[in-house]
């Protein structure tokens, strides 16, 4: 779970009105160093060359993440994340015939022993136990044909970097950077995990996962609390449901779940491939061609059919707890891809928390003093689906949350009745236009953003277009849409209430 | 150059026939068959070291990507060297020293000036040293530029940012107990070096409320002077013209003294258990750790190399066994630390649920026994050398990054061609070099063990492993506050 402060999707430049002279990127210009290919299968391919060292990165966008799991199985888009890691059918195996029967084996085992756990009435203990060992000797036996970390070694002994994934709320990506002698090995390696996922260590790894979420939930306070500010917050949308998945559904979902998962997610159309760097787009998509080109041609899955419903009237979630406070709240607000909308609020939060002159920092931090970090930010928690616009902030010793909320309101209100400045206004541009240029000089960075603008929105150059409709904001946009969001009755509160004084500090003098 | 492009185009045609070849469908080659061919030669781009009469050092990168100029100076003296008495008085320095503004301008009017053109002139501290740093497009360099001199010239510190800083800090110390990896980390640090050492120790609500504005004074006057500062500048310009635009600004500027580092003593830890309790977590987080060494001792290369398969990579052991095997984290790694003038520290973290905190600490004394009783293989050497040697080229794959490191060298007075040496001693290290550091640096006997985590749970008490020093980590008041408003962390148990 993260808050994505200056998200990938609001960037952006038009570059045409920056005091930009001759060596400067634009749009144009990074048009004829990009091409896209979608292949046969519905895979699209983004080649972006970039001739700087011999070095290239990728991203890999597969358009699914928690948001298609339901009650049951909660985490299994992460859970399938972690599994992509494991090999190949020959990749990290001694020999697949013989560990193909025997993870069969661990499934049919798994099965009676959770069928048998989980009833409700007439449980036979001696039974469970039984059925318990026949699983683990399965695994034991499947054991023995793992070339533990095979997948891992390969990519990290030919001299991958960053070599990661991470999933979201409607995402899932992964991503390294290789020198650039490795481009048909790294076509090899990414395409092989998709076209021949094995999963091997499968009740292991879960074990692994659920300690992720021990350490970004359960044992940090903020994760406690956001965990219950979004369940509020969205009582219908997927977006209510954390990434890593609820304790129940870590303890009992099954490989053979995680298979099906990707059988019907991972298909060609739902993935976007961006390779940045040193490679010579000519050589590169024939490469591309012949590797990914070999994943099943298979339909898309339907959208996802559950909106949230408007909400009537306002929420609030207290966590009472040993820690600081923290004060959050939330509006319900239409998804990034309404490009009408979107830009406005990627304004607000330009507006509200970008630095020392934004509005939070100059009320609530310099003159207040209540707060040691205040803002407010678009797309929580994410942007595919109507997300929310949250304004968040960190009291200083002996303030409260009340405190904050009080001081924040104010702000919203003079949204609401008070255009906001020519210099706000010119400055918001400058900076979105200066801030994607920054973005273009980093393989890593690039991959990502033109991946996910192209799986997101379709098309890469999103990223750039959404800076060019910021650039024709009116501040008539910026009231209007203060107006219409930031109303009592679509408000969702989240606090922190410290269960104990913090080092005793009470005014500030 | 020419064999390269060939055996491109020979590729390409193959791969091209033998997809028109219904058999290639979906059985490509395996991993091992798929040729590397060898990487294009590649001379990263050397900044331009220029000194001045006032000693005074300034890289110039150009880099004509894009349409900025970044540039950091960097000026010895930092947090450790700043009085006991006084902790926190860098850190303050280094936000009023930007926020404070200059003798002609006050902060807010530069946050104003420079966000209304995408610029940002930033300052901070760090633990030796402090830095002023400018990020902006190449059009407005000029006038950024002279809002950076001026701060190193003519800072003001306006005393009204002087509490806006403190309370920053008195607000990370007030929350400095609500991350458990947060409080591991800081109290192992504390273990290792131990807890008044100017490497370890933490500023408290006391020697926050003790510095001054007389005191950013004084150290401004103490440390900034041309002979303690390295320039640093990349982006979209000529040489040339920055190289006159810099002296212009600083030639005149004069010498002045050069404070000596602190002499710090490094004893390493006392060994044992030591316990955290925090009850609000059901994860503890583990320790371990005792004193590594630095990067110009000739070990160096075989550390890096043992590192890497001791527990720096996904696919070392500490990974494999204690992730993958035994399902016992989410998170751990570890290896021996390393810093350029000060020793670094052996290091193993990982965090297991609570009621598994015996058997990881368990795992984890397995590992280390491990380098004895199954030493590294040449299949394990092999392994990490080629990916450090692989992976070399991102060490200066961007001329941001070249100048970053030729800076560092630099500043630490390390030969400019470090990084050279650096791929020479990979190269050389024997299986026989990486089993004599781990031997010399991991003694299991001379290990701090530190637990952060709620003990009513774990699977055996700590005291199984020996005598247990519990450590308080409740925050001391700040001076005069009312001794009722405080309670620690450590209630109803």
């Given at each position: ?460 150059r999103e990223f750039f277009h959404e800076v060019q409709r910021m650039d024709q904001l009116q501040k008539a946009d910026i009231r209007r849409v203060a107006n219409q969001t930031f109303v009592d009755s679509n408000r969702v509160l989240g606090m922190i209430e410290s269960t104990q004084m913090a080092g005793g500090r009470k005014k500030q003098q | 150059m020419m064999a390269q492009d060939r055996f491109r ?228 310009f000529d040489s040339k013209t920055m190289e006159e635009k810099i002296r212009t600004a600083f030639d005149s500027w004069p010498k002045g003294p050069a404070p000596a580092p602190p002499q710090v003593s490094f004893n390493g830890p006392k060994p044992g258990m030591y316990l955290v309790q925090k009850d609000d977590v059901n994860q503890s987080n583990i320790r371990m750790v005792e004193l590594g060494t ?200």
């Amino acid at each position: 779970m993260r808050i994505r402060a200056l998200s990938i999707l609001l960037g952006g430049a038009l570059f045409a009105a920056l005091p930009v002279t001759s060596s400067g990127q634009d749009l144009a210009s990074l048009e004829k160093q990009v091409t896209v290919k979608v292949l046969d299968n519905g895979l699209t391919v983004v080649v972006c060359e970039r001739h700087e060292a011999p070095v290239f990165s990728f991203f890999t966008h597969v358009d699914v993440g928690s948001d298609r799991e339901y009650p049951g199985i909660t985490g299994l888009a992460h859970m399938f994340e972690h599994m992509a890691f494991k090999g190949t059918d020959k990749i990290g195996t001694k020999d697949w015939p013989a560990e193909k029967v025997a993870l069969a084996k661990v499934e049919t085992t798994y099965a009676a022993y959770d069928r048998e756990r989980r009833r409700e009435f007439g449980r036979d203990e001696q039974k469970v136990a039984e059925l318990k060992k026949a699983w683990e000797d399965a695994i034991a036996e499947a054991q023995t044909y793992v070339v533990p970390h095979a997948f891992d070694e390969i990519v990290e002994e030919n001299g991958g970097v960053g070599l990661n994934a991470f999933t979201t709320n409607e995402e899932t990506a992964y991503h390294y950077s290789f020198p650039v002698n490795r481009v048909e090995l790294w076509a090899y390696l990414e395409s092989e995990r998709f076209l021949h996922p094995v999963m091997r260590e499968f009740y292991k790894e879960r074990d692994v996962v659920y300690e992720e979420r021990r350490m970004r939930t359960d044992s940090d306070p903020n994760g406690r609390l956001f965990e219950q500010f979004l369940g509020t917050a969205f009582i219908a949308h997927p977006y209510g449901r954390p990434v890593v998945g609820w304790p129940s559904d870590l303890k009992t979902f099954s490989a053979t779940d995680a298979e099906n998962f990707f059988e019907k997610y991972y298909v060609a159309p739902n993935i976007v491939v961006a390779i940045v760097g040193d490679v010579k787009t000519a050589e590169v998509l024939p490469i591309v061609q012949q590797y990914f080109g070999r994943l099943p041609k298979r339909p898309q899955p339907e959208p996802l059919a559950t909106v949230e419903p408007a909400q009537d009237s306002q929420r609030q979630v207290t966590v009472q707890d040993p820690a600081q406070p923290l004060y959050v709240e939330g509006y319900h607000k239409p998804s990034a891809r309404d490009t009408k909308e979107e830009p406005v609020f990627d304004a607000l939060q330009d507006l509200l928390s970008n630095g020392r002159t934004s509005r939070l920092y100059r009320s609530l931090v310099r003159d207040k003093k209540i707060a040691a970090f205040a803002g407010g930010f678009n797309d929580f928690p994410g942007a595919k689906y109507p997300d929310l616009f949250v304004f968040f902030a960190f009291p200083t010793p002996g303030h409260t949350p009340g405190e904050l909320r009080d001081a924040i309101r104010p702000e919203i209100e003079r949204l609401k009745t008070e255009d906001i400045t020519d210099d706000e206004l010119a400055m918001i541009k400058t900076r979105s236009k200066a801030d994607l240029l920054r973005t273009l000089g980093d393989n890593a960075g690039l991959a990502s953003q033109f991946a996910t603008a192209q799986g997101v929105f379709g098309d890469w150059r999103e990223f750039f277009h959404e800076v060019q409709r910021m650039d024709q904001l009116q501040k008539a946009d910026i009231r209007r849409v203060a107006n219409q969001t930031f109303v009592d009755s679509n408000r969702v509160l989240g606090m922190i209430e410290s269960t104990q004084m913090a080092g005793g500090r009470k005014k500030q003098q | 150059m020419m064999a390269q492009d060939r055996f491109r185009s020979i590729l390409v045609l193959t791969l091209s026939l033998s997809s028109l070849l219904p058999a290639a469908k979906g059985q490509v080659a395996d991993w091992r068959q798929i040729v590397i061919p060898p990487l294009p030669a590649f001379n990263p781009q050397e900044p331009r070291r220029v000194e001045l009469h006032n000693g005074m050092v300034i890289f110039l990168q150009e880099d004509l990507e894009l349409p900025f100029i970044r540039g950091t100076a960097r000026i010895r003296g930092g947090s450790r060297d700043e009085p006991a008495t006084k902790i926190g008085l860098a850190a303050i320095y280094g936000q009023v020293w930007r926020t404070g503004g200059t003798r002609s301008r006050t902060g807010d009017d530069l946050d104003d000036y420079l966000e209304a053109r995408a610029a940002r002139v930033e300052t901070g501290g760090g633990i030796d040293s402090t830095s002023i740093s400018l990020d902006c497009l190449k059009d407005n360099f000029d006038e950024v530029f002279k809002i950076f001199v001026e701060l190193l010239r003519e800072p003001e510190f306006r005393d009204d940012k002087v509490p806006l800083a403190k309370n920053q800090l008195d607000t990370g110390i007030a929350r400095r107990n609500d991350e458990p990896a947060g409080v591991a980390a800081r109290e192992a640090q504390k273990l290792g070096y131990g807890a008044n050492s100017p490497y370890a120790r933490q500023p408290e609500y006391a020697t926050v409320a003790a510095v001054t504005r007389d005191d950013l004074v004084n150290w401004h006057n103490t440390y900034v002077h041309p002979n303690n500062v390295i320039l640093g500048v990349v982006g979209d310009f000529d040489s040339k013209t920055m190289e006159e635009k810099i002296r212009t600004a600083f030639d005149s500027w004069p010498k002045g003294p050069a404070p000596a580092p602190p002499q710090v003593s490094f004893n390493g830890p006392k060994p044992g258990m030591y316990l955290v309790q925090k009850d609000d977590v059901n994860q503890s987080n583990i320790r371990m750790v005792e004193l590594g060494t630095r990067r110009d001792n000739p070990d160096y290369y075989a550390i890096t190399v043992f590192n890497e398969i001791f527990g720096g990579s996904f696919s070392s052991r500490l990974v494999e066994d204690v992730r993958t095997k035994k399902g016992l984290a989410y998170h751990v790694g570890g290896g021996i630390g390393t810093a350029f003038d000060h020793p670094g520290l052996f290091q193993i973290s990982m965090g297991t649920k609570s009621g598994t905190t015996a058997a990881a600490i368990d795992a984890l004394y397995e590992e280390i026994d491990g380098l004895k009783t199954r030493p590294p293989t040449e299949e394990e050497l092999k392994r990490a050398k080629d990916s450090i040697l692989n992976s070399f080229v991102f060490e200066f794959d961007s001329k941001g990054k070249v100048l970053q490191e030729r800076m560092s060298y630099e500043f630490y007075g390390y030969p400019a061609d470090f990084l050279e040496r650096y791929r020479a001693g990979i190269e050389k290290v024997s299986l026989e070099d990486v089993q004599r550091v781990a031997q010399k640096y991991v003694h299991k006997d001379g290990l701090a063990v530190l637990v952060v985590g709620k003990a009513a749970d774990f699977d055996k008490p700590l005291t199984s492993f020996g005598p247990v020093a519990d450590i308080d980590i409740s925050i001391p008041p700040p001076p005069g506050a009312a001794k009722a408003a405080i309670s620690t962390t450590s209630e109803a148990r």
